[in-house]
């Protein structure tokens, strides 16, 4: 409606959006508690090989159980997090409560539990000062290796400025591995690719679901050159959202080591993964 009114007028502000401004306030105030009351848990997505078709890791994402809303999906409240801050101490928990749970899998499972744990981590998190400090002191508390973790952050928030680029240098020479995650849609992923230390592009769901309907051949090519790309910088490339057998076929021969989807397995509780990874044996890769 502001669009079609014209440059010149203000859009007006109306009650449907003050209602909604309302309730990102009243969420994030929820969210604040969510923590205290620990309506907040992980799931886990596996990372499967597609070579050998083993689980090599998982993806940790959180999960809000709402007592009067019900399930709240990440996509709603972590952009309110980002914005009121509360993504910090939210993204604290989720780094140690995933870390401690690879390591329960580890201690439980020994050579057949799965190698690595990804975490998302906002752009926020990789801005304060400690970040690095507290990863490191997660990592020791556990008694994971570096090479364990996986961050996963948005070519957006590399690009954060000075500061988060010496984080990320900082926590490459930790021995912690970074992922570009929504790899394809951000803005300039080459220059990024030689200025950062990076060690795993996550193709974008958006052009994995371009593979195989047919019409859509620019999406097809990114997939494509993505895979291209990491196999010449020596990176992993890792293809999210694989719903059919047909696009793990192609992504395969197009070079993708890695993928995930719901194809393979949805997002898990913790018995559901250890199941799995049981069930698919050993990982063979380091990734
Ligand atoms: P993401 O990091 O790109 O995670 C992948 C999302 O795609 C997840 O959604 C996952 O459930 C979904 N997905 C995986 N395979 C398939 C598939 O085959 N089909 C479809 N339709 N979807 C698939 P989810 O869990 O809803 O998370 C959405 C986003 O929320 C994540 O995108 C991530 O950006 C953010 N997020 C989740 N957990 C965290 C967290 O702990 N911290 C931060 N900062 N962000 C998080
Ligand atoms: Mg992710
Ligand atoms: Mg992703
Ligand atoms: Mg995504």
Redesign the pocket.
């Known amino acids: 409606a502001a669009k079609a009114a014209g440059k010149a007028t203000w859009a007006r502000f109306e009650p449907r959006m003050r209602s909604e401004v309302v309730n990102h306030a009243r969420l994030g105030s929820e969210l604040h508690n969510a923590i205290i009351r620990h309506e907040l848990y992980l ?1 886990y ?1 596996p990372v499967f090989d597609l070579v050998t078709g083993r689980m090599s890791g998982a ?4 999960r809000w159980r709402h007592p009067v809303r019900g399930a709240v ?3 709603e409240f ?1 952009p309110v997090a980002e914005r009121s801050g509360l ?1 910090v101490p939210l ?1 604290s928990w ?1 780094l140690r409560e995933a870390c401690e749970q690879l390591a329960r899998w580890q201690a439980e499972h020994g050579a057949a539990a799965i190698r690595s744990i990804n ?4 752009a926020r998190q990789l801005r304060e000062a400690g970040f690095v400090d507290e990863v490191a002191a997660v990592l020791s508390d556990t008694g994971l290796i570096p090479a364990n973790l996986v961050l ?1 952050v948005t070519e957006s928030s590399v690009l954060d400025g000075r500061q988060v680029r010496d984080t990320l240098q900082a926590l490459h020479e930790l021995g912690v591995r970074l992922a570009l ?2 790899f394809g849609t951000g803005q300039s992923s080459l220059s990024l690719l030689r200025a950062f230390p990076v060690d795993v592009l996550k193709l974008d ?1 958006s052009f994995v679901d371009g593979i195989c309907d047919g019409e859509d051949r620019g999406r097809l090519a990114v997939a494509a050159a993505v895979a291209q790309l990491a196999e010449y910088l020596d990176l992993y490339a890792v293809a ?4 059919t057998a047909a696009q793990l076929e192609r992504l395969r021969e197009m070079g993708y080591r890695l993928g ?4 393979m397995a949805k ?1 898990l509780a913790p018995a559901e993964l250890a199941e799995l990874m049981v069930r698919t044996g050993r990982p063979v890769t380091a990734a």
């Open positions: 799931a997505q993806e940790a994402l959180v999906p990440p996509a972590i993504i993204g989720v975490v998302n981590v906002a996963e995650d929504d769901k999210e959202g694989i719903e995930q989807g719901y194809f997002p």
